[in-house]
């Protein structure tokens, strides 16, 4: 049996250089018009314009709404696991075996249908309550992703070849751990976008300020190298872009602040069909007065500040994502050298693949959906009552009664109280 890690050495795959260089899938009028440059410059060129045209759509996006950010966070994550499923199909299609490309992407809607399933039991409750049909899959949503993803756990057994049963073990593990880091990240980063379009703004574009400024520290100051995966990173590029990014965090967050279309949660507003953000902003929405520590105000001047409380939690988001949001990076990094690529793909255009942009952004996600449910999360009375209305009248009933003689209990409702 031939051994995966030495069939991939086989395979006619890029070259391993960090040297980014304009692609084949660069435009004609760009190259020409970059002809005249070194390949340094073309580079600095080509992802200085491409990542103004993806900030202006990105931007465009946000003016549209949260459904299409939603919709936008679902685009990526299933380029984002085709690229990596395609790495491991290139070894698997050569051996002619059946059904990993199949299986995979039955896998990726089984997995799909889960957590989106859990989101649509979550947020849309009143509207599920008015259809019926939706009741039964919502009742039975886990039971039915089970059974899906059953059936296709019978079909890569029924798949296994003689004398390659370690090659499709290799892969059903590939698949596995691609579904973990796309799928269960892109649900966490719409967990977060229905706390406050600002818990998913601030974090997603600290990571990309601190891409873009690390990149600029680097190009123009950098001359020590940071870690061997990325020679190309450097110290100066690394605490350049820690800074910035920190400022960044600090000053885009108190303009977010002062909107209720980026603080209130997304709700769905089954009336008029449609996400609402309108809300009474909460603490961390509203100017406060601080005082500025001792040592602070011989430098600055000013004894007190005022500011948004969350403008305080940025400073953590940003220092994260400036910090160990990179580690991401570093790991595709590796990622890509054990497999011989420089690339996931050559989609963007001096960038490579959409994965290459996003690798960071799952990371930090994740830290987001654990900061927001460790440290501000409480409870949620509007969310409790909907899967309140949703239960059977005699439920509702135990329910009101288990509360009303609670309440009594603890003093709040008179004994003599009827209802």
Not at 37 to 58: C, D, E, P, Q, Y
Not at 192 to 218: H, K, Q, R
Not at 337 to 353: L, V
Not at 398 to 419: A, M, W
Request: with cysteine; proline share 4%; charged share 15%.
């Amino acid at each position: 049996e031939v051994d995966l890690e030495e069939r991939l050495g086989e395979l006619d795959l890029r070259s391993d250089s960090d040297v980014l260089s304009p692609t084949d899938s660069t435009p004609e009028i760009l190259k020409r018009a970059l002809s005249g440059l070194s390949a340094r410059w073309k580079n600095w060129w080509i992802r200085g314009i491409l990542t103004l045209a993806m900030i202006s759509v990105f931007f465009l996006i946000i003016y549209l709404g949260s459904f299409m950010l939603m919709l936008l966070v679902l685009s990526i994550q299933v380029k984002c696991y085709h690229e990596i499923i395609t790495i491991g199909y290139r070894v698997y299609h050569s051996y002619d075996l059946p059904w990993f490309r199949s299986l995979s992407w039955y896998f990726l809607l089984c997995v799909n249908y889960f957590f989106y399933g859990e989101t649509v039991a979550d947020y849309f409750a009143t509207f599920v309550q008015r259809r019926e049909q939706l009741q039964f899959l919502i009742r039975y949503h886990r039971f039915i992703s089970f059974a899906l993803y059953l059936t296709g756990f019978c079909m890569f057994v029924l798949s296994l070849v003689k004398k390659h049963y370690r090659l499709q073990f290799y892969m059903f593990a590939w698949t596995h751990v691609t579904l973990l880091i796309t799928v269960t990240q892109s649900h966490l980063v719409i967990q977060n976008l229905f706390e406050g379009m600002i818990w998913f703004l601030v974090p997603i574009s600290s990571v990309i300020c601190n891409d873009i400024t690390a990149y600029i520290f680097g190009f123009f100051f950098g001359r020590t190298p940071l870690i061997k995966l990325s020679p190309k990173k450097t110290w100066e590029g690394f605490i350049g872009g820690f800074f910035s990014t920190v400022v960044f965090g600090f000053i885009f967050s108190y303009f977010l602040a002062q909107h209720q279309y980026f603080v209130c949660p997304v709700e769905y507003n089954s009336e008029t069909n449609r996400f609402v953000t309108e809300c009474e902003p909460s603490e961390l929405f509203q100017m406060k007065k601080y005082s500025v520590p001792p040592l602070l105000q011989a430098v600055l001047g000013w004894e007190t500040v005022n500011m948004y409380p969350f403008q305080m939690h940025s400073i953590a988001l940003s220092t994260f994502a400036s910090l160990i949001g990179p580690f991401g990076g570093f790991f595709a990094s590796g990622f890509k050298r054990a497999f011989k690529i420089k690339d996931f793909a050559d989609t963007i255009p001096g960038h490579g693949g959409i994965m290459d942009r996003f690798d960071c952004q799952y990371l930090m996600a994740t830290f987001v959906h654990v900061y927001i449910t460790s440290f501000i999360r409480g409870p949620n009375p509007s969310k409790l009552l909907k899967q309140l209305l949703i239960l059977q009248p005699e439920q509702q009933l135990i329910v009101y009664k288990t509360l009303k003689s609670h309440l009594v209990e603890k003093g709040i409702l008179q004994p003599s109280l009827r209802g």
